[in-house]
């Protein structure tokens, strides 16, 4: 029989850089989720309104004084009628503790009166109407859309926007920047607690000035020139 012609060696297809990008982006998420299945966050609350209200105290504040603040708080004042009834002045004994108070008692006071006479003293699920009351911005408004009413969308602080940067995830040099990153390269099973995941992560183990790169869980995964290991 003649001899059979072997077949030509294949050559293994190499991956391009970025589906091997997206592959550690994927790893990173599912790490994360692997560690912490259902994240929460840290602002304590009762109800959709006092989400709203603590979210928008802790602005340039910790969740642990602005949880400090309402857990008082909140047992005289958990919906916007008692809220705008207690008033700016009562409602400033409360939370002077937390830096800018008397802002955010004016802003706090004024959202209440605005969903009492516009939405039907119902917090909205929406973002238009969310960032139309007062003291309400993209990030106080994702935070709720995320939370309260289950929006894959990312909210970005000062821990996000490190982490994103650091690792790196979705670089920027804007807020805004950091969130449309993420907003294209988080895998969209893993949206809805990201938000999460990368706060948690960033408040906790890849702090500002010294990540504790020892004992994350992303480390391998992680390019940041200045790890700590």
């Known amino acids: 029989m003649p ?16 589906a091997r990008e997206a592959a550690r982006i994927d790893e990173i998420f599912a790490r994360l989720e692997a560690a912490d299945p259902h994240p929460k966050g840290e602002l304590e609350h009762v109800n959709i309104f006092t989400l709203l209200v603590a979210v ?87 935070v709720v859309l995320n939370i309260a009413f289950h929006v894959p ?8 926007f490190r982490l994103s940067n650091r690792l790196p995830l979705a670089a920027g040099k804007t807020v805004e920047q950091v969130e449309a990153g993420l907003e294209k390269i988080v895998p969209e099973r893993f949206k809805l607690h990201a938000h999460h995941w990368l706060i948690l992560h960033g408040r906790y183990v890849c702090k500002a000035r010294r990540p504790e790169c020892e004992r994350c869980i992303i480390a391998d995964l992680c390019r940041f020139a200045g790890k700590t290991i």
């Open 56 to 142: 928008v105290l802790s602005a340039q504040a910790t969740d642990v004084g602005v949880n400090k603040a309402t857990r008082e708080l909140f047992k005289v004042a958990d919906t916007p009628q008692k809220m705008a009834a207690l008033g700016e002045e009562r409602l400033k004994d409360y939370i002077k503790t937390i830096g800018l108070y008397p802002t955010k008692a004016k802003n706090v006071i004024a959202l209440s009166r605005q969903l009492i006479e516009r939405h039907g003293a119902e917090v909205p699920c929406d973002r238009e109407a969310l960032e139309a009351l007062p003291g309400v911005g993209r990030k106080t408004a994702n």
């Open 3 to 18: 001899n059979e012609k072997s077949a030509p060696a294949t050559t293994p297809r190499r991956s391009s850089p970025r």
């Open 153 to 160: 969308v990312i909210a970005v602080d000062t821990h996000i």
